[in-house]
């Protein structure tokens, strides 16, 4: 088959390595988003990656979250009530 493709046999059989330090980094990713009561977006997700050494850009850490439907809660602000 190979030869009628005219690609090498080397190139058949290649398999990335990525693949598994992605699914590694998913697992991270949705781990800590989850400990985190769902509060954390990409920049402290990319804070605490950083402190276990993985590296990651907050686009990439974005495209994962999305994949995975995990949408970060929003605090609002409180008012306190004044009478004037």
Known sequence: MCKVLKIARSTYYYEK???????ILENRIIE??????????TRKIKKE???VNMIA?????????K???LISSYT?????VTKS
Request: aromatic letters at 10%; a positive charge; proline letters at 0%.
């Open 57 to 65: 850009s907050r686009k990439k850490i974005g495209k994962i979250m």
């Open 76 to 80: 609002i602000k409180q008012y306190k």
């Open 49 to 51: 990656l950083s402190k």
């Open 67 to 69: 994949k995975y439907n």
């Open 17 to 23: 390595k990525t693949i598994k330090i992605d699914s």
């Open 32 to 41: 800590i988003f989850k400990s985190n009561r769902k509060a954390y977006g």
